[in-house]
């Protein structure tokens, strides 16, 4: 079978998780990448021939199969509806879909018009351990669920644009909550009707991070359609490293899923090594090091099955098509709604 080609707008954080991805896809070529800014050094160290300032100059001469859409919120809509127009054949959005409902809902419709396949970037949904989690739902191992509890937090956003809201769309829920408003319903069959949300509200008004025009926590209760409750949580004051959990709590039992620090290694070093876990300030004293963060958060798995979806003419699985994408922008701007109003809101 012919290499799928692969081109990659964007070149740092995203880019990178995508192209560790693609390095363990056999059938694929990374061929072409185009970004503003780290363009050299990322094409040098995944060995992309063909180099873009200009990712709409890179839609025109090159033949690509599938491109990977790794930049900031803002230009997510631009960027995918320009390489629909340009008749890419599939085409993977990161996380969030876009800053607004509307804005996603344009891309879905552009790209249902124009038969590209489009696949939302949720990799909790890959993530061995959360795959597990749902086997053992599935077989009936807790029993009927009665309330889950879900949350990503960290020190605060490596990227410039996820620090302002006109970027970005909001602060620690549309960047980091977005991942448990989008992985719940895969994992738990049920929509998100209601929510309850609380958040900082930016600048002065957030607890640490002034300097942010979004907010740097947030929170919501949510009520899932069958009546299921629920907690989702982003924030960007929690020291220590990444810190993604999900807790659910059925009639039979309970599961436990710690998706960043739960590593199999337990490491003490006087002297501080290179990398331990995603955000974590330093490596001295007893540490857990990630042993494969890019398998264990779910990237290789997601990016594999983005390739099957291309090569097979397969539908990407439920929670990762731009549909899924729409909703969970929904949930989160219901959040910002309700902590706005101080009172539930439905999700539309
Ligand atoms: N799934 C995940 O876990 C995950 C993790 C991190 C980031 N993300 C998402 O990935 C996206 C990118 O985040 P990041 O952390 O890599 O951001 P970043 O700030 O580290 O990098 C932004 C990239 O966009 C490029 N860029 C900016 N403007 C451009 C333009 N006009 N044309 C071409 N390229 C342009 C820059 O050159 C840079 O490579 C965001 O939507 C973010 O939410 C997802």
Redesign the pocket.
């Known amino acids: 079978m012919e290499k799928l080609k692969i081109g990659i707008?964007?070149?740092?954080?995203?880019?990178?998780?995508h192209a560790e991805s693609y390095k363990r896809c056999s059938s694929v070529h990374m061929h072409s990448t185009?970004?503003?800014?780290?363009?050299e050094e990322?094409a040098d160290r995944y060995q992309i021939p063909n180099r873009y300032?200009?990712?709409r100059e890179m839609f025109e001469k090159e033949d690509l199969d599938l491109v990977s859409?790794?930049?900031?919120?803002y230009?997510?809509r631009?960027?995918v509806i320009a390489a629909a127009e340009a008749d890419k054949k599939a085409i993977i959005c990161?996380?969030?879909l876009a800053t607004s409902v509307e804005d996603g809902q344009e891309m879905v419709k552009i790209c249902r018009d124009r038969q590209v396949k489009f696949m939302y970037?949720?990799?909790w949904i890959f993530a061995p351990a959360l795959i597990r989690a749902k086997e053992i739902i599935e077989e009936g191992g807790i029993g009927d669920i009665l309330y889950v509890k879900a949350k990503e937090t960290h020190n605060g956003?490596?990227?410039?644009?996820?620090q302002q809201k006109k970027y970005?769309g909001g602060g620690s829920m549309i960047?980091l909550g977005?991942?448990p408003i989008g992985c719940l319903p895969w994992l738990t069959g049920q929509d998100i009707t209601h929510v309850m949300g609380m958040i900082t509200e930016g600048a002065d008004k957030n607890l640490l991070h002034k300097h942010y025009t979004g907010e740097d926590w947030a929170a919501s209760l949510v009520i899932f359609e069958n009546g299921m409750r629920g907690f989702v949580e982003g924030n960007y004051i929690t020291c220590g490293g990444m810190d993604d959990t999900v807790e659910i709590y059925g009639t039979e039992g309970n599961i436990h899923i710690d998706l960043t620090k739960g590593s199999p290694l337990t490491v003490y070093s006087r002297s501080g090594f290179e990398y331990a876990i995603e955000k974590a300030d330093f490596t001295h004293g007893w540490t857990c090091p990630a042993v494969d963060e890019f398998m264990s958060?779910g990237?290789v798995n997601e990016i594999t099955h983005f390739v099957d979806c291309v090569q097979q003419d397969k539908q990407p699985q439920m929670g990762t098509r731009g549909e899924d994408g729409i909703k969970a922008l929904k949930v989160t701007f219901a959040i910002y709604e309700s902590a706005e109003k101080g009172r539930l809101i439905e999700v539309s």
């Open positions: 707008v964007g070149s740092k954080f995203a880019a990178m998780l185009a970004a503003i800014d780290n363009l990322f300032s200009d990712y859409v790794c930049v900031p919120n230009l997510h631009d960027v990161e996380k969030p970037a949720e990799d956003s490596h990227s410039v644009f996820a970005c960047h977005i991942h958060l990237y």
